[in-house]
């Protein structure tokens, strides 16, 4: 079994060689950008899950613009989470957005200035999560940048009593690797795989975190990111009840 870090550098190392990166560079430490992310984007608005979501969370990073911009062009919300979720979650419902500026919307410079950080307790259900990857396997095992961030996000959302929600990631053809990689019990499992190409039905024999595994959160964590201290205060608060 391949480690993961071997791996993303692997696809970073490809998609540079093979010119099949975008801006922003380079790509690595990062969730890479790629070329045919706009046909990726179109191929998800194919599937049932996205043609029946109301509300769709979709992952900040640049390759994920198209479908973010994808969805409040459908007239449908998008949850988008802050990096590193430092400031949680932004909502942007689809009538705040004049018709035309979707995409403006929907890029992390100006998504503030149509949408806004809403509390954990007012985030509405999510009916499709979307999330970035360096790396995928076809049975749907996900490598992201390495800093586990989506992850977290399907865990917080989960915590707060989100129903299993369908999991998509877009990623370019050689972003899907054959090895055995490896998976820890947080990791979030890909339900279908959206590349150039179309899309993939991962059929994944591995289950979803149900929450998070508080054990692991480190003080450093907590201190990072202020959505964990108020998902912890929720908990506490219904414990009360």
């Known amino acids: 079994m391949i480690d993961k870090d071997t791996i993303r550098h692997r696809v ?10 975008r801006f922003p560079f380079p790509l690595t430490h990062r969730i890479p950008n790629f070329k045919g992310a706009e046909q990726a984007a179109h191929h998800v ?4 899950e996205y043609q029946e979501a109301k ?15 994808q969805v409040l062009v459908d007239g449908k919300t998008l949850l988008v989470p802050t990096p590193r979720l430092r400031a949680g979650f932004i909502l942007v419902k689809p009538e705040w957005v004049p018709k035309g500026e979707e995409r403006k919307a929907a890029s992390l410079k100006h998504i503030r200035t ?25 049975d ?8 586990g961030y989506s992850d977290r996000e399907y865990a917080i959302l989960r915590e707060l009593g989100q129903p299993h929600m369908p999991v998509v990631t877009t990623v370019h053809s050689v972003q899907v ?20 190409q179309g899309c993939m039905k991962t059929d994944s024999p591995y289950e979803k975190p ?13 201190n990072e990111m202020p959505v964990l201290k108020e998902l912890w205060e929720i908990k506490k608060k219904v414990k009360r009840i």
């Open 12 to 21: 970073w190392n490809t998609l540079t060689e093979k010119k099949l990166g």
């Open 45 to 48: 608005t194919t599937l049932k």
């Open 55 to 69: 509300t769709v969370k979709v992952n900040p990073d640049a390759p994920q613009l198209p479908l973010r911009t």
């Open 114 to 138: 149509y949408g806004q950080e809403i509390p954990l307790t007012e985030i509405p259900t999510i009916d499709l999560f979307v999330a970035g990857s360096v790396a995928v396997t076809k």
């Open 140 to 147: 749907g095992r996900r490598i992201g940048k390495g800093e």
């Open 177 to 196: 690797v054959e090895e055995d990689v490896p998976k820890d019990r947080y990791d979030v499992i890909v339900d279908w795989i959206v590349t150039e």
């Open 210 to 222: 149900n929450g998070i595994y508080w054990e692991e959160v480190t003080d450093e964590e907590m």
